[in-house]
């Protein structure tokens, strides 16, 4: 159980265009979920956390015209770079949160990743 | 905010060899977790052990919370445990879920 998916792995797009990366938490649901970005050989970098129903919480640092986060339901987040430019390329990578089994405290799982390549 | 460090930045084994990676953290912690990122970037969760020690197969993890720190433990080292180890924590207090990261060990075990 617990497993993650992402959509698209990888991404081509030209500058200026947007593009969307679906997060589904496939077995579980997930109030919680997860934006990170990872610069090569890098750790990751936390964007924002997203909640089902609500507004997402960017982190310090992050445009939040730039990435946009919905989190319509409790298996789907999705997030859109807008007006996408070659700074933009990198991996993005979510994570959806659920209750471990013998904690009171969640779990992260995360997706494969979303390779995006902005021309 | 919370500050994790790990230790060794990056480390190469022969197969067959053991090793212990490490990982400090600044304040209490009420989630820890080990993640491993294979070469195509997907992390799987290792282990989830905010305090104890676990054993998986080959991988077993300690964590002295008190002592603010954790150890990864690998034996008997095979090719396709190569790829970056990762650290992760949840501070106790704030209300947020979010995981700070460490800067990870990357491991490569040769043939």
């Known amino acids: 159980g617990a497993v993650v998916s992402q959509h698209p792995s990888r991404v081509i797009c030209k500058s200026g265009t947007s593009v969307k990366i679906e997060c589904r938490s496939l077995?579980?649901?997930?109030?919680?979920m997860f934006w990170y970005r990872q610069f090569p050989k890098q750790s990751l970098m936390l964007m924002a956390t997203?909640?089902?129903?609500?507004?997402?919480?960017?982190e310090q640092g992050v445009e939040k015209d730039k990435f946009l986060i919905n989190h319509a339901s409790l298996t789907l987040s999705t997030l859109t770079v807008t007006s996408a430019h070659p700074e933009d390329s990198s991996f993005y990578i979510c994570?959806?949160?659920?209750?471990?089994?013998?904690?009171?405290?969640?779990?992260?799982?995360f997706g494969p990743g979303t390779r995006l390549t902005v021309l | 905010g919370i500050q994790v460090e790990q230790s060794p930045p990056d480390l190469i084994l022969q197969e067959g060899a053991n090793s212990t990676l490490r990982c400090n953290f600044s304040d209490s912690v009420n989630n820890l977790q080990w993640f491993h990122q294979n070469p195509w970037g997907q992390l799987i969760n290792l282990f989830y052990?905010?305090?104890g020690t676990k054993q998986n197969g080959r991988l077993s993890a300690t964590t002295v919370a008190t002592e603010r720190y954790s150890l990864l433990y690998i034996s008997s080292s095979q090719t396709t445990d190569s790829g970056v180890y990762f650290c992760?924590?949840?501070?106790?207090?704030?209300?947020?879920?979010?995981?700070?990261f460490g800067k990870g060990t990357k491991l490569t075990v040769n043939p």
């Open positions: 997203s909640n089902e129903g609500s507004k997402a919480t960017y």
């Open positions: 077995d579980f649901q997930a109030t919680t």
């Open positions: 992760a924590v949840r501070g106790v207090g704030g209300g947020s879920e979010k995981l700070v």
């Open positions: 994570s959806a949160s659920r209750s471990h089994l013998t904690s009171t405290y969640n779990e992260q799982f």
């Open positions: 052990i905010p305090s």
